[in-house]
Antibody
């Protein structure tokens, strides 16, 4: 079955870096754009970044632009999020999500979600 | 990238119908038919319920329906069931970006 599994979360100090991974299975990973979405404790969903199926197009939320980098390795069916200069306000559960096909990735719905990985930024 | 506006909470009794609104602007909901809705139970990942304003993915009950008028999209749940109690989020495309609503907590009385 279609599955996304995030990993790499943890507790880090402000100003440091962390890399999240999202392992995909059950579908042709290289054919779909992929998102990162986060949810701070007790808060709503916040879109973070999108990477096109072939890695050629990236989109970022203003809140992470210049600090976070989304990337993928289609040979490993894995999505990444490199997070630098972390701040307390980056504390959240980070979900990866698959783009639903049929339309341009940035316009498409998020049709499969992972279970999330928790990132806590605290001194 | 301002969040779409949803009511913080709605409630209804089993068997009733409820509607959750999602208000945006001419820059997002008002200009594009790329509105989607997600259901999230506590401690769980979100689940896609509606895409492109009014389309249901396979497996989503037809009690769930979506619509749009002007800058506002709506999710209607008819024949409310206890398992529908959850948080609901709308999402819309906006120029070269995508934005979620603040979320609505649905309580089934």
């Amino acid at each position: 079955q279609v599955q996304l599994v995030e990993s790499g979360g943890g507790v880090v100090q402000p100003g440091t870096s962390l890399r999240l991974s999202c392992a995909a299975s059950g579908f042709t990973f290289s054919s779909y754009g992929m998102h990162w979405v986060r949810q701070a404790p007790g808060k709503g969903l916040e879109w973070v970044a999108l990477l096109s199926y072939d890695g050629s197009n990236t989109y970022y939320a203003d809140s992470v632009k210049g600090r976070f980098t989304i990337s993928r390795d289609n040979s490993k069916s894995t999505l990444y999020l490199q997070m630098n200069s972390l701040r307390a306000e980056d504390t959240a559960v980070y979900y990866c999500a698959k783009v639903r096909g049929g339309v341009t990735a940035i316009k498409a719905a998020f049709d499969v979600w992972g279970q999330g990985t928790m990132v806590t930024v605290s001194s | 990238q301002s969040a779409l506006t949803q009511p913080a909470s709605v409630s209804g009794s089993p068997g009733q119908s409820i509607t959750i609104s999602c208000t945006g602007t001419i820059s997002d909901i008002g200009s594009y038919n790329y509105v989607s809705w997600y259901q999230q139970h506590p401690g769980k990942a979100p689940k896609l319920m509606i895409f492109e304003v009014s389309n249901r993915p396979s497996g989503v009950p037809d009690r769930f329906s979506g619509s749009k008028s002007g800058n506002t999209a709506s999710l209607t749940i008819s024949g409310l069931q206890a398992e529908d109690e959850a948080d609901y989020y709308c999402n819309s495309y906006t120029t070269s970006s995508t934005v979620f609503g603040g979320g609505t907590k649905l309580t089934v009385l």
